[in-house]
């Protein structure tokens, strides 16, 4: 039987008992009308054990990585020799003391991925940040006004899109990072530079899905209305399609930022992260993978991490599509 609360078998048991003949499309309507009702009540649920398994285990990581200045680490770069290489899954057992074991030079696993953590999530953060803004930008422009501006946007994606991500980033990186033979040649350091080249390299994504949206929502009743009472551009684009076109564009950064995690560990193992001496999990694989056979904690502990943070950060774009996406029928 439906549940109490479904508003379709009351609409027919109220209209039954008055007396009024229901037929099909008198149901039918009924259905549309009510729509809305449904998908709030839907809305009302919640976000599902998924979603609040994702945001635990975010706010976990993001909680140890803004606190590892003030928490009992020990020191990330300093040398331990006897716990060089042991760890839970190391071939010479774990270490006393150490949770997590120790890497190939004696240094404490457990303040490495805490401290490794606050690294990695702070370059693929800010990378995404500066693709929000400039590839929102780009897709906003190209998508309201369409035409000349349009064909120009769009190329300038296409561009970008047509070039291998993982090559496009490293040109990025040999480009903008200082060599290090020559110091005084300019340039920006490792983890500058590497924030800048993800970021330029998540544009593209980023303008074609805010594209997409804006050409949909810029032809809405709405916005022709406030075109018509001579509302300037800017105001449209900022009062009327922006806050439309947000849900899709924070739903893609979120998964914008578990690409660029994994960018990181990319470009790490290719030898285009951030300095040697400085911890982030990319790096941590890129330095562990010497040590698989006799110690491979040193690997699988950083990887683990990228892949429950990836697998919780796309959880959490899937829930934040469906909780704010605005719905064809609910307008």
Partial sequence: MPAPDDPLPNFVGEATRRGTPVDAGTIEIAAVETGPE?????RRRGIGVAGWLSIGWLALVVGLALLAPVLPLDDPRESVTAIA???????????????????????????????????TLLVATLAVVIGFVLGGALGLIGGYF??????????????????????LALAFVVIL??????????????????????GLVSIPVLGRITRAST???????FVLA????????????????????????????????????????????????VEPDTPTW???????????????HIVFEPALMIFFTV??????????????????GAL
């Fill in 146 to 167: 369409r035409g000349k501006v349009d064909i120009v946007v769009s190329g300038v994606l296409d561009v970008l899109l047509a070039v291998p991500a993982v090559i």
């Fill in 38 to 42: 449904v998908r709030a009540v839907r």
């Fill in 215 to 221: 050409l949909s929502w810029s032809e809405r009743e």
């Fill in 226 to 273: 406030a075109r018509a009472q001579g509302a300037t551009h800017r105001r449209i684009v900022i009062r009327e399609v922006l806050p439309n076109v947000l849900p899709a564009m924070v739903s893609i950064a979120l998964l914008g930022v578990a690409v660029a995690i994994v960018a990181e560990g990319t470009l790490a193992i290719l030898g285009a992260g």
């Fill in 177 to 198: 990072r200082t060599d290090p033979s020559n110091p005084g040649a300019g340039g920006l350091d490792a983890t500058t530079s590497l924030i800048i080249a993800i």
């Fill in 311 to 328: 697998l919780a950060l796309n959880m959490l774009g899937d829930v934040v599509r469906a909780k704010l996406d605005v719905r064809e």
């Fill in 85 to 119: 290489k042991r760890g839970p899954l190391a071939d010479a057992g774990s270490a006393p003391g150490h949770l997590l074991g120790g890497d190939y030079n004696g240094r404490d696993m457990l303040s490495r991925l805490i401290w490794g953590g606050r690294t």
């Fill in 282 to 296: 990319g790096n941590m694989i890129a330095i562990g993978r010497g040590y698989l056979e006799r110690a491979p």
